[in-house]
């Protein structure tokens, strides 16, 4: 049977840009679904790169201008793959004009953003989805489905790290490519909304929602060189974040993420300690799942390390064969396979734009108790 075609308009050509570029054209290899995502119009301020981008990646066509990307009636998803500043402004434009929109995490700056944002999408009726992909690692679908079925129990305790340590230098500058995430103005916060925004959209994901937190942030670099204006400039951002929090379930976790963690490049990693069982996942060895089960008999119990290349583990039976393990450009490909396969249907898919804001809701209670020293409750979605 002949596809739909789903013409696609995106926006950034940096890490996201590619890394999304690469699920469209590569789903349709591994998913048989309804509509075939067509790579129509890529979308930058820079005309050349934007142009090499759209070569590189097979666009049909380039706009410099996102408004006018939106306008255009060929387009029918827009995904924004730009800086937090941006999302906003794109996302409600987007909505207005009926496109379906796949917009790139943190949903937007702060809460006041998102909401606006979630009513634009929920008023025009269209589809739209957050690309929190570390949900679609085979191994933490897999810890999903283990919670789900009741296998750890009563949860008593959820503990995540995201550490990295590529600003230790002074003499890193703020703003830019990349450099952006150093920059409140377009970033909003700096590890909150950047790197415990993902361990916060697993967590929600995994043990439900959080009922108040309390937290501290540091900011060690006072002040970095802003690449446009060429100047010193103070630093607005947190360089690091720790924070307790409760869980409406009554569960206790401890959340910590930094830049300034030498000798960590992308250390993602969580661990939920339940009443029968435990489980442990690390971004590093994606592909493998921890897990500890009290219930086995004493002289064979202990950790074991499940290597998630099943066929019957969630996502796995697309790819290759048993033993053999996929990585992390695949979150992007399953995201969009089930973007397109749920848009087929006429719905969204999770993280909605309404999920992503009680990640949104998280992220601001972090910075205020940061700021006020004091618990703060986390405002409820919905
Ligand atoms: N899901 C994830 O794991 C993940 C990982 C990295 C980044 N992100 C998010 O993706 C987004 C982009 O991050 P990135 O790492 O790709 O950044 P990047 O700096 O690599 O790329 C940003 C892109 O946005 C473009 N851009 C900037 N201003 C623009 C404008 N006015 N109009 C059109 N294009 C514009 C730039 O040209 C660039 O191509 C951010 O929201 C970030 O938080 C998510």
Known sequence: MAKKKLNVGMIGYGFMGRAHSNGFRRVGNFFDLEYEPVLKAACARDSEKIKTFADTWGYESTETDWRKLIERKDIDCIDI???????????????EAGKMILCEKPLAMNGKEGEAMCKAVEKAGTINSVWYNYRRVPAVSLAKKLIDEGRLGKI????????QDWTISEDLPQGGQGLWRLDAAAAGSGVTGDLLAHCIDTAIWLNGS?????????????????????????VKIDDA?????????GSLATFESTRYARGHKAL??????????????????LHRLNWFDHRDESIVRGWRSIHVTDGDMPYMDKWWVPGLQIGYEHTFVHQVADF??????????????????????????VL???????????????
């Open 241 to 249: 974040c720790a924070f307790l929090a409760h869980f409406k379930n």
């Open 156 to 163: 008593f305790h959820y503990r995540a790290v995201f550490l």
């Open 210 to 234: 959080f009922a108040d937190v309390t937290a501290m942030t540091e900011t060690f670099i006072k002040e970095r060189t802003h690449t446009e204006t060429g100047k010193k400039q103070a």
């Open 368 to 382: 205020d108790s940061a700021k006020s020293g004091k618990w703060e409750n986390v405002a409820a979605v919905r």
């Open 81 to 95: 793959a730009c800086p937090n500043n941006l999302h906003h402004d794109i996302a409600i434009a987007a909505a």
């Open 268 to 285: 993602y990693t969580f661990e939920i300690n339940g009443e029968h069982a435990s489980i442990q996942w690390d971004l590093h060895d």
């Open 340 to 365: 397109l396969e749920n848009a087929a249907k006429g719905q969204s898919t999770a993280p909605t734009f309404r999920d992503a804001l009680e990640t949104q809701y998280v992220c601001d209670a």
